[in-house]
């Protein structure tokens, strides 16, 4: 064999990678095989060889019955871009925290969790304190819904299982997180009332960047939350379209 001819067959190889790769960007409950196969355009016989050799490195990984979903190795490598997001949401997080009086978070999705981003503290006494790297159930956040409102009803049946677990008795069982879900995607703004922790409220609003889609929450003490709803919904949505426009100049 040629170099030349080596060097096709090396970006043919790596071509088929990031077709794989790219077909399960958008799906976070994984795609069989010949799912894999027809989005990407594959034999399923080189997809199934493809995706042995992915799994061994970490860059995918098959779950439940036979779903492939991009892997740790492949999140963690695609986590350093949330760094720009994060730099050029900080001060955005901080009007809002300044507007509210209360902590602004920035986060995304973790499979089935919420991962915080980046949090500006509110300066009152009384506090909620997320801190970088945090995880939380992604059902009963005011953040996790936004993200999960971009799923159909049957993609976060899957994402999620048959059911949900109780944290606090204010927790929504599936079938009603699903009704609140459509409020979501009608609304664009979603909350959550102790459903995580007692005594925490939430308001939330959706951020689409290059990287993804992520989610800016308020959140603090219930009876604070509750009384400012209106001024922290006016202050998010103000947070997003600026965060849509900043973005939007960058690129």
Known sequence: MTNVESDKGG??????????????????????????AKKSDLPRSTVQRMVEALTLEGLVEVRGRGAVCLG??????AS??????????RPFLEEVALA?????????????????????ISDQALRVTPVGGMLYSMYATSGGKILLSRLTDDEVKRLLGDSVD???????????????????????VAYSRQEHTM??????????????????EVVGPSWRIAQAEELIKTSLQKCQADLARTMHNID
Do not use: W
Not at 72 to 77: D, G, I, R, T, V
Not at 169 to 184: I, Y
């Open 100 to 120: 509210t009086g209360e902590t602004a978070v920035l986060v995304s999705a973790n499979g089935a969790e919420l991962i915080v981003l980046h949090a500006v």
């Open 166 to 188: 109780t944290l606090t008795p204010h927790t929504l069982a599936l079938d009603q997180l699903l009704a609140e879900l459509q409020q979501v995607r009608d609304e664009g």
């Open 199 to 216: 005594g925490i409220d939430s308001v939330a609003v959706g951020i689409r960047s290059p990287q993804g889609r992520y989610a800016v």
């Open 72 to 77: 740790p190795a492949f999140l963690k490598l």
């Open 11 to 36: 970006v043919q190889v790596i071509s088929r990678v990031a077709a794989i790769l790219r077909s399960l960007e958008d799906e976070p409950t994984g795609l069989s095989l010949g799912a894999i």
């Open 80 to 89: 350093h871009s949330h760094v720009d997001l994060t730099r050029v949401a």
